[in-house]
């Protein structure tokens, strides 16, 4: 939020500077930003001076051009050479000195520099209107018609008007400083305080109001939930033209566009004290009625920008008899807006509730100066006084004849009263303040004391600090004004030593980020929040368990994430966009569900599920480009290897567990299945090309999805085993086996290690062939296999009856032949 330092000092008549100014609103809860200057006229004409033409003569090598001299008020005058063709002796001009930088109105800013024309020296430039960056026009050289002095300075003879402006970073609970008079009120309480001073602050008078007509519109709240207040009156007879300079000024300081003089009354008024008004052609208000009332749904409307927007059953418009005429609080209507022919004004000054202004804004993609303030709840208490201040200032610029007032405000909205527990404000702020001293602060802030019973104080909240509801928000607000730096930091901390046991799956995460990071993984920590698009457009999302937010940010964050599915193709392919290609990544996160089991009526916290779950996604190479080792792909079997690896770490073997494919995962190709019992541990494949497609992303795409639940079930049930170092040599066999197609390696290693499950360490398939010179639909498999026997040192005997033994279970179970 821009805030104007000329501006600000209208309330509050404080000496200080602006770079003090921008410390004290920091230090008091407005962080400022960031400070920038500005000139009503772009580098304040500075370096550039009134001057007078003492000579001009043709140019003796260029029949466009005059050399001319002129008086700057310098002890010589300037030789400058002159393009303009009505540039002649005697005339009063304005003259850019050399080093000064002109900011035209159309083109980049440059700087007078001395230079040759033609081989005649010239000192400056006699300036052209839009050289100077006051106008539009040049058909020649700006001409002084009056007497003024050689050498004035021409940011003096303009009057150009030179500002600070602040660029405050508002939080969302401060809906009392979303204005110029907000921010002079804090900034007046700080200094006050500080100085031990009782400067009042400047509010603007309105006590000239004086209806002259009676008021001919009809006002109806059809809403009262979401209408708090509607005030508005009208003013017969105004003329609609360009604003006076001083207003275009204030305007084009804080970056807002200055439209008319009618319209831009209304925001003055919307930035000196924070409401948003609207003023409407009273002539388009059909029946003589304004009606505020909720759209229907699939209604069309075209706002002020032109677009014909769909309406929600949500949104809140301002109607007449006919038909709507805006979007309350948010956007004006193209048809019932102030134009150049309006003569008579009906101002609309309301008070709307924030959580409907925030859904409309957002479901239609706004953002505007009025729905900014809705949305953090304006002061319902201020509407007929902002009303006032716009129809006096609006007569004041367009004339007119102002209306009584109507003014609808169907439940009261009262002050907040609070008691205040001092010895508790102590002890949250951690320092014993008198009492005296908190009564002081508090009253700055316009917050009355209106009892005291020993360290208890009663107090009455202004309406306009919708966030100030309970005892800790008047502490918040006095430590604002008292100064967080003046609470002394104290030499010695007492704290208590945490005896809690760490979570087991927090230490589950941990062991397995570590492995991933030291292997090359990168975290990632993505919003829970997503788009409810995926739900229809991607059938393997239950559209029946998305849980979806009542008053969602946008159509992009508006439901909570099923799967971490998405955001890992979403970061896939923000990598790639930005050349990143090679990508190995892994996330933590919770998924959200509806659970089945529970009604509406149940606990809100067992309606809904909320597992954690693990994604590991690999795309590209394996690793970087190295001389030392080979460049390889990164596959499925490099992304199933890395994960037996990282979960091992926390004793879980899932070659233990039985497999099984799946096709009906959806984001998967063939997954590969591990079960704990009847619930999925992991799911692991190649993500469909058609699905790549849907992101646009081009090139393979590997993930896997861990159900941390089941993982940390199965972890508890695991205990570490320490084992002796083996005393006896291991040995190792081969086994070349012809095999139907059908058999999977899981099911020879079961056999493996079924047949002889004390004697046999491992097994590795080390070996794939399938090709002409097998029979049909048969496949070669190479296994090996390491034999130990703890107890002794395995003879050539044993060791044959092993492998006999194996060879026999082979044949038995899977009709294996040797080869």
């Not at 005058?77 to 080093?99: D, E, F, H, R, S």
């Not at 979401?226 to 009156?233: M, P, Q, S």
């Not at 003055?268 to 505020?292: N, S, Y």
Request: glycine share 6%; hydrophobic share 40%; net charge negative.
């Amino acid at each position: 939020m821009k805030i104007s330092y000329n501006w600000l000092k209208e309330y509050a008549t404080l000496a200080i500077d602006a770079n003090k100014t921008a410390q004290m609103l920091t230090d008091c809860g407005l962080e400022v930003e960031l400070t920038e200057n500005f000139e009503t006229i772009g580098g304040g004409l500075q370096n550039v001076v009134i001057g007078k033409v003492l000579s001009c003569e043709k140019h003796p090598d260029a029949d466009r051009l005059s050399v001319t001299t002129v008086d700057v008020g310098a002890e010589r005058p300037l030789n400058i050479v002159c393009g303009a063709p009505n540039v002649a002796t005697g005339q009063t001009v304005v003259v850019a000195m050399l080093n000064a930088v002109l900011y035209p109105t159309d083109s980049e800013p440059f700087k007078i520099k001395k230079s040759k024309i033609r081989g005649i020296e010239s000192e400056g430039m006699i300036c052209a209107q839009d050289e100077l960056g006051l106008g539009t026009s040049h058909d020649g050289i700006m001409l002084i018609n009056e007497d003024v002095k050689a050498g004035t300075p021409a940011a003096q003879y303009f009057d150009i008007q030179t500002d600070t402006i602040f660029e405050i970073g508002i939080t969302p609970n401060r809906n009392d400083a979303l204005s110029h008079i907000g921010v002079a009120r804090d900034w007046l309480a700080v200094a006050n305080y500080a100085k031990n001073t009782n400067f009042k602050l400047q509010y603007p008078d309105v006590e000239n109001f004086k209806p002259e007509i009676q008021s001919d519109i009809q006002i109806c709240i059809e809403d009262e939930i979401n209408c708090v207040r509607y005030t508005g009156l009208i003013i017969k007879g105004v003329k609609v033209e360009e604003s006076p300079k001083w207003l275009k000024n204030k305007l084009n300081s804080i970056g807002v566009r200055p439209v008319n003089n009618v319209v831009d009354a209304t925001q003055f008024v919307l930035f000196e004290m924070g409401q948003p008004l609207h003023a409407f052609d009273a002539k388009k208000i059909a029946g003589k009625k304004v009606i505020i009332k909720k759209a229907q749904q699939g209604e069309q409307f075209v706002t002020l920008d032109g677009i014909k927007r769909t309406l929600s059953a949500d949104d809140l418009m301002i109607c007449n008899a006919n038909e709507a005429m805006c979007v309350a609080g948010v956007f004006g209507g193209q048809d019932s807006g102030v134009t150049e022919e309006t003569v008579d004004i009906f101002l609309e000054s309301a008070a709307f509730h924030p959580v409907s202004i925030r859904k409309t804004a957002k479901y239609h993609g706004l953002k505007t100066d009025a729905s900014f303030r809705y949305e953090r709840g304006s002061d319902p208490n201020i509407t007929v006084y902002a009303a006032k201040r716009a129809a006096l200032l609006i007569q004041q610029l367009a004339g007119g004849q102002i209306s009584e007032i109507t003014d609808i405000y169907p439940n009261v909205v009262s002050p907040k009263e609070i008691e205040v527990n001092l010895d508790r404000l102590n002890s949250l702020i951690g320092k014993n303040i008198d009492k005296q001293e908190v009564i002081k602060i508090l009253e700055l802030l316009e917050i009355k004391i209106i009892a005291q019973i020993g360290q208890i104080l009663k107090v009455e909240i202004p309406t306009n600090k919708a966030d100030v509801l309970r005892e800790a928000d008047v502490v918040e607000e006095f430590l604002r004004i008292y100064g967080y730096n003046n609470v002394e930091i104290p030499h010695r901390f007492n704290y208590a030593i945490s005896t809690l046991k760490e979570d087991d799956l927090i230490h589950i995460q941990e062991v397995i980020s570590t492995y991933l990071s030291d292997n090359g993984f990168f975290e990632t920590m993505n919003n829970s929040l997503t788009k409810a698009e995926y739900a229809v457009i991607f059938d393997f999302v239950d559209a029946s368990q998305s849980v979806t937010l009542l008053n969602p940010l946008s159509k992009e964050l508006q439901n909570l994430r099923q799967n971490l599915f998405f955001n890992s193709m979403e970061n896939i392919l923000h990598n790639i966009h930005h050349g990143n290609t090679d990508l190995k990544l892994y996330e933590f996160g919770k998924i959200y569900q509806k659970n089945s089991q529970f009604g509406k009526n149940e606990d809100i916290l067992k309606r809904f599920d909320e597992p954690t779950k693990l994604s590991i996604c690999v795309t590209g190479k394996q690793k970087a480009t190295s001389w030392l080792t080979k460049q390889e792909d990164a596959d499925f079997y490099y992304l199933k290897n890395v994960i037996i690896n990282a979960l091992k770490r926390v004793n879980v073997d899932i070659e233990q567990l039985p497999t099984e494919i799946s096709t009906s995962l959806g984001f998967l190709d063939n997954a590969l299945i591990y079960k704990h019992k009847d619930t999925v541990l992991l799911a692991i494949g190649e993500v469909p090309q058609k699905l790549l497609k849907t992101f646009g992303i081009k090139q393979p795409v590997f993930y896997a999805d861990i159900d941390c639940r089941t993982l940390e079930l199965l972890a508890k049930n695991k205990k570490t085993v320490f084992e002796e170092l083996h005393k006896f040599p291991e040995v190792e066999r081969d086994l070349a086996l012809l095999i139907d197609k059908t058999v999977t390696y899981q099911q020879l290693k079961d056999i493996a290690f079924r047949c002889e499950k004390h004697k046999i360490l491992s097994v590795n398939l080390f070996d794939v062939y399938q090709g002409d010179k097998l029979p049909e639909n048969k496949k070669s498999y190479a296994l090996r296999f390491v034999l130990y026997d703890k107890h002794k040192t395995l003879t050539n005997n044993d060791i044959q009856n092993i492998m006999d033994r194996l060879i026999n279970a082979y044949q038995k179970e899977v009709h294996a032949e040797l080869r």
